[in-house]
């Protein structure tokens, strides 16, 4: 079983930064994806961006050029770096990692909320 768990969200103005962690444990060798979603109130979870074992790192278009994804020296952490936020980015952040056998975990999240 593999557990993650999200922390650094808070409340910014816009055009500020905030960075996100994801610290995964478990049976972390088994993990082949990590990834950052969100929910804002009345829609639905969408994917951020993600970070593949070998290093691939897509994001949503909404995104791109704003947030970068990167991993710790241990490869179990994750980080979100968020800059330029929008108040459009004012969502709950879950943290998520899937691997084999067929598995995703998700963490509990953390607000972010992006005041104008």
């Known amino acids: 079983q593999v557990q993650v768990v999200e922390s650094g969200g808070g409340l910014v103005q816009a055009g500020g930064s905030l960075r996100l962690s994801c610290v995964a444990s478990?049976?972390?060798?088994?993990?082949?994806?990590m990834g950052w979603h969100r929910q804002a109130p009345g829609k639905q979870r969408e994917l951020v961006g993600a970070i593949t074992s070998g290093g691939l790192t897509p994001y949503a278009d909404s995104v791109k050029g704003r947030f970068t994804i990167s991993r710790g020296s241990g490869k179990n952490t994750m980080f979100l770096q968020m800059n330029s936020l929008k108040p459009e980015d004012t969502a709950v952040y879950y943290c998520?990692?899937?691997?084999?056998?067929?598995?995703?975990?998700w963490g509990q999240g953390t607000q972010v909320t992006v005041s104008s």
């Open positions: 478990g049976s972390t060798s088994s993990i082949n994806v």
């Open positions: 998520s990692a899937s691997g084999s056998p067929r598995f995703t975990s």
